[in-house]
């Protein structure tokens, strides 16, 4: 099997990204990532592809009159590297139609919420105001609709009465940590695909996404 490009965008912490460099680093995925794209600058998940000998790139997207006129440079640096998967890690940049086609099927991403559920920003402050009894994250793969897209995994947290933002998102990280990673093997391992919105694992169709439980929680 032919090592697969990885292609990772953030534009901050970079929490999971380092969870997917330590994956490779451990040999738990056999992929390799060429670059690590972001839009600001002083994002600390830079330094850390630093540190793991990756090549980075800065598209600060406040030099560009559109959103589609930064799409098209990121695109540009992207296709430079003929990436096999795009992650999208903390990437807080709504993409255009045109983006999420050119790399429809293997552009995935990470949401703080179990989507259908809170879509969009705030998502452990929405969940802690509804007194949601569990929450968690979703690996999707990305579609035109913000955060719309088939759900792959899901990492369940059990909501605490003692929690806050703080400590929920706090155990929502780290149940991301383990499925992002888990995500990227299945695709890099060619197990998964989507067709018509819809996911395939090893040729079957998944009815519900994939779940893992936080332990210890
Ligand atoms: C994560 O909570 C992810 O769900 C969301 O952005 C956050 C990124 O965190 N999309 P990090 O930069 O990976 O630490």
Redesign the pocket.
Known sequence: MLNKHIVVL??????????IIDAINTHNIKATITAVISNQAN???LKRANLAGIETHIIDHTHYATRKLFDQSLMKVIDQYHPDIIV?????RILTSDFVMHYSGKLI????SLLPLYRGLN?HKRALEDGATQHG?SVHFVTPELDAGAVLIQGLVVVKKSDNEKTL?NR??QI?HII?PQAVKLLVNNQVELKANRIYINNQYLQQPKQYRLENN
């Open positions: 953030i534009s901050g912490n970079g929490s999971n990204l380092q969870a994002a600390y998940g999208l890690a903390g990437f807080m991403n990470i949401h703080p998502t994250a998102s929502v990280h991301e992002y």
